[in-house]
């Protein structure tokens, strides 16, 4: 009798960690998961309001909101620009039901969560996951083959203290790192959960990633240039600029004065 086939393993230290964090940046925001399993589950052009109501306690401005972000990410598209016209998932936002299954499955599996709705559960994931550098720190962390100070994951992972510090307490927190004692200075060791990240982090990388070759990009914001100073007006409109200081005491030079209103006739000594 063959032997029963095992789960694909996937390798933390083989990922791209820049393309894992961005493809976190596009689909961790709140409401991005539910806003893109409303559209998955409808399967049609839903205008925002209908995808509102979809969603618990969030207004149908921020909704608005979001899926403009979610279009500009290239997660969603609509035909025209007209205002109220409906959105739908793209091909990269559709790509994303694996991914979001993938998170799922790692949540359930890892996570001590109760009984809720399974786009909260993915959102939930991502929001431990979504932190930047945090990616880095685990496959530090992965590829250290054991337990690992403090000085030299600051080290491998190219981070500051200080936010090698926040990042450390707060995977600590949403049980992906662990300490191995509890005196200052002990070093600290991936926890279950965070072992388990190798098949999360390639699906994301490879499912909720633009093709290299060119993808939807975010546009970046314009930048304003500052304006010039305004310079003060013949017939006082504008702003006032001021002039050189005379000398104390010194007597104002003479100068003409020509009248614009009455060109005819010349100019006249004062």
């Known amino acids: ?24 940046a596009r689909i961790g925001p709140k409401w991005t998961t539910w806003s893109a399993m409303t559209l998955a589950q409808e399967n049609r052009p839903m205008r925002v309001r209908d995808v509102a109501a979809q969603l ?11 899926l403009a972000t979610m279009h500009a990410d290239g997660l ?16 990269l936002g559709a790509s994303l039901a694996p991914v979001l299954r993938t998170v799922s499955d790692w949540s359930r599996a890892h996570l001590p969560q109760g009984r809720m709705a399974e786009a909260e559960r993915v959102e939930d994931a991502l929001r431990r996951l979504r932190p930047r550098r945090s990616t880095a720190v685990i496959q530090v962390l992965d590829s250290g083959g054991g337990p690992m100070r403090f000085v030299h994951i600051v080290e491998k992972a190219g ?7 926040q990042r450390l307490l707060r995977l600590q927190a949403d049980g992906l ?25 390639a699906s ?14 975010r546009p970046r914001a314009r930048q304003r240039r ?24 010194g007597a104002p030079p003479r100068r003409t004065s020509c009248s614009a209103t ?9």
């Open 262 to 270: 009455r060109p005819n006739r010349g100019c006249r000594r004062p």
């Open 226 to 249: 500052p304006r010039a100073p305004t310079p003060a007006s013949r017939w006082g409109r504008g702003r006032t600029v001021p002039g050189p200081r005379r000398p104390w005491g």
């Open 204 to 217: 994301v990388e490879h499912g909720a990633s633009p093709s290299p070759c060119g993808g939807p990009r």
């Open 177 to 201: 790192v662990a300490r191995t004692g509890a005196r200052h200075g002990d070093p600290h060791v991936l926890a279950d959960a965070g072992q388990a990240l190798g098949a999360v982090y």
């Open 56 to 66: 618990p306690f969030v207004s149908e401005q921020f909704v608005d909101k979001r």
């Open 76 to 91: 969603v598209t609509r035909d025209d620009d007209r205002r109220g016209a409906p959105y739908r998932l793209s091909a």
């Open 1 to 24: 009798m063959p032997a029963p086939a095992q789960p694909p393993t996937f390798s933390i230290a083989a990922i791209d960690v820049q393309r894992v964090e961005d493809a976190l």
């Open 159 to 165: 981070l500051d203290n200080g936010l090698a510090r």
